[in-house]
C-alpha cells in the first residue's frame, strides 16, 4: 500500500509523524510490526504518522525505547505540548541537537539551557508567566521539554559540549541566592565531565570578544555543520556553509580568548562565594 505523502510543515502533530515514520524506517519496522511492540493496531500507528492522532507521552517513551532514537520523539513531543513557550525555529534545533556528536555554544544572560538547574530553569520560565508571554501550563511543558533535552548529557553517547559563557551568565542574579548556589554547583559539577568543556569568558575581553550575539555549532554524526541563534522573536537554524564557517571561525577566536577551564572554575566558586 502506498504510504500518504507527509508534509512537516503543516502543523506540529504533522512533523512528529514525519519524524516517528523516518524512526520507523530507519529500524526497518512496518506499521503492523511497530504497532505490536508498542501496543497500539496498524491503522493507529498509520494515524500517528499522518498527524491525525496526538500520541501519549507514555507511548512517546516506548517508542522511542523500541526505535532507539536516543529520545528524539520525546522531544519532538514535548515541542507539540509546549509549542507556545518555544520560539519558532527552536524544535528544528532540538531535533538536530539531540543527535549531534559534538555541541560548541556561545551565551549570554542565562546558563545555557543544557546545563540549567530545575529550579534556575522554573525561574526563567515562572518570569514569563509574569510577564504574560506564556501560561503556566506552557511553563510546565517548556521545562519539561528542557529537562528531556538534558538527558543526552547523562547517557552513553554524551556528545563533546564546549561552552563559552559570557560572565554575566554567571554575574545575573536568576532566582536568589539559593537557586544560584545548586547552579554554580551544577557548572562545577560540569567540569568534572571527560566531554564537557566550560570557559568564562571574562567582561575585561571588551570589544574583542568576537560574538555579539548567541550561537551554538552542532557537528552532525556525517561530520556536517549546522549553526543556531536567536533574535527576539525567533531561532535561527543555518546549513549555509559561508555563514556556518564564518561563526565557526569567530567562535575559534573567543575560545582563544575567554579564560582557561582552570580559570574559569576559580570564577565560577568565586561567583558562588560572593553570593
Known sequence: ?????????????????????????????????????????????SNLERG?????????IEADRVLNTGG??????????????LLEGFAEFAAHEAKAVELRQFELGVVPGLFQTKAYAETLAAADVRRGVITSEEAEARVSYLLTRQQRLNSVDMPLVHAVLDESCIRRLVGG?????????????????????????????GEHRSLALPVVLLTMPDRSMLGYTESQARGYLTREAETVTAWARDY???????????????AIRAARKDL
Open 177 to 205: 541566592p539559593a537557586v544560584m548556589q545548586e547552579q554554580f554547583d551544577r557548572l562545577a559539577e560540569l567540569f568534572e565531565r571527560p566531554r564537557a568543556i566550560i570557559q568564562v569568558a571574562p567582561f575585561s575581553m
Open 1 to 45: 500500500m502506498r504510504e500518504t505523502e507527509l508534509n512537516p510543515s503543516a502543523s506540529p502533530l504533522e512533523a512528529f509523524g514525519a519524524q516517528l515514520r523516518k524512526a520507523r524506517k530507519a529500524a526497518g519496522l512496518t506499521q503492523a510490526e511497530l504497532g505490536r511492540l508498542t501496543s497500539l493496531s496498524d491503522s493507529q500507528i
Open 72 to 85: 528524539t520523539l520525546e522531544l519532538t513531543y514535548w515541542s507539540l505540548s509546549g509549542g507556545g513557550s
Open 52 to 60: 491525525t492522532r496526538s500520541p501519549t507521552l507514555d507511548w512517546v
Open 252 to 266: 575559534d577566536r573567543l575560545q582563544v580568548g575567554a579564560s582557561s577551564d582552570v580559570v574559569s572554575l576559580a
